[in-house]
């Protein structure tokens, strides 16, 4: 009532709170529902087999999804589980699940590597030759991961992969183009 008679409800409660409170209506909460002492039991090992045995395959939806990549982290992982603090809050009580979670969580240079990786998928389909600064700023790779020698590799490889290509391309078109 309060909430749907506000001045009501404000003038009763202030003049004649007596009749009032004698009339209001039992709330549905007390009513229906009677009130929950401690907390809720929760089969935390029965749980824990069940999102455990979730996390790899939200692992590979998350690499799967199209577009430019996320990073696999714990926020990205519950996001997906639908479970943003719950599931954080919790991980102690949830072994198998944490360890599952960290087996699949991504490091930053192995996060840089997987986005060099879809911005050559991306440049190969458009049989297109980059600059390097224009294949980092595309990649979002960061400075400080261009440090990292394993990231420089895989930039390298990636860049000179794509010049190969688009050299096999450009003398396929010319055989092409002389044969007929």
């Not at 039992?26 to 087999?49: E, L, M, N, Q, T």
């Amino acid at each position: 009532m309060r909430n749907n008679f506000r001045r009501l409800h404000s003038w009763l409660n202030r003049y004649d709170k007596m009749w009032l409170e004698a009339n209001l209506p039992v709330s549905a909460s007390y009513k229906s529902f009677p009130k929950r002492i401690g907390k809720a039991i929760v089969d935390w090992s029965a749980c824990d087999v069940q999102l455990s045995n979730q996390i790899p395959s939200i692992i590979e939806r998350i690499k799967s999804k199209p577009g430019y990549p996320k990073k696999i982290s714990l926020s990205e992982i519950t996001r997906e589980l639908g479970s943003n603090s719950s599931l954080r809050q919790r991980l102690s009580k949830l072994p198998l699940t944490s360890t599952e979670i960290s087996r699949g969580l991504e490091s930053r240079e192995d996060f840089t590597i997987r986005k060099i990786r879809w911005v050559f998928d991306c440049y190969r389909v458009q049989n297109a030759i980059p600059a390097r600064w224009q294949f980092i700023k595309e990649a979002r790779i960061q400075s400080y991961d261009l440090k990292l020698a394993k990231v420089q590799k895989v930039l390298d490889k990636a860049i000179e992969l794509l010049r190969i290509q688009n050299q096999t391309t450009t003398a396929l078109t010319e055989v092409e183009e002389y044969t007929e």
